[in-house]
């Protein structure tokens, strides 16, 4: 996740506690009923920090996270890659590595793109303040972005399922070779 988007997030965050901050200061002072009533339902209908902004902040925070992993990830497939190419070199049957290094790197790649999606699909979503609409808009791009963040963790988990099952045919070649 870019600084920009993080900075995007955290503005937002912060607009939304103070305007929320506001109008608890204007629900305290208020003296009649009809306004009390306009300012608490306000509440759910322009200030959706909960339905919302906090949705945003937790799907940037799971890219942010896959974007960290896939970077571990892909310094572990070159140095996968380094035994897989030295255990060619001595002979040995690497048809298996091979196969599970290509899907291993597939798999980063994948993890990487749905993440950047994710963050694409919330990127600009903006309150609905009341308007059915764009609520729906966003509920949907909220869903999506989800939905793409899920794939990308399981896109890192298959990729690590590959990285071990690596390791595990190297140690049973007799060459050194760690997940680390």
């Known amino acids: 996740v870019s600084a920009s988007q993080k900075a995007t997030v955290a503005s937002s965050l912060a607009s939304q506690v103070l305007a929320l901050t506001t109008l608890k200061a204007k629900i305290a002072a208020d003296t009649d009923l009809p306004t009390l009533k306009t300012d608490i339902a306000s509440i759910t209908a322009s200030y959706r920090i909960f ?19 896939t970077g571990s990830l892909t310094t572990l497939a070159a140095k996968l890659k380094t035994h897989i190419d030295a255990a060619a070199a001595a002979g040995k049957d690497v048809s298996v590595m091979t196969s599970s290094y290509t899907e291993m790197n597939a798999k980063i790649a994948d993890a990487t793109v749905q993440s950047s999606a994710a963050v694409t699909l919330i990127a600009s979503l903006m309150p609905d303040n009341g308007d059915n609409a764009k609520k729906q808009a966003n509920e949907q791009a909220l869903k999506d972005a989800r939905a793409k963040i899920k794939l990308g963790a399981q896109d890192i988990e298959t990729a690590r399922k590959d990285a071990h099952s690596i390791v595990k045919v190297l140690r049973e070649m007799g060459l050194a070779a760690s997940a680390g």
């Open 51 to 69: 339905m919302l902004v906090m949705p945003q902040a937790r799907i940037q925070v799971a890219a942010d996270k896959i974007m960290t992993v």
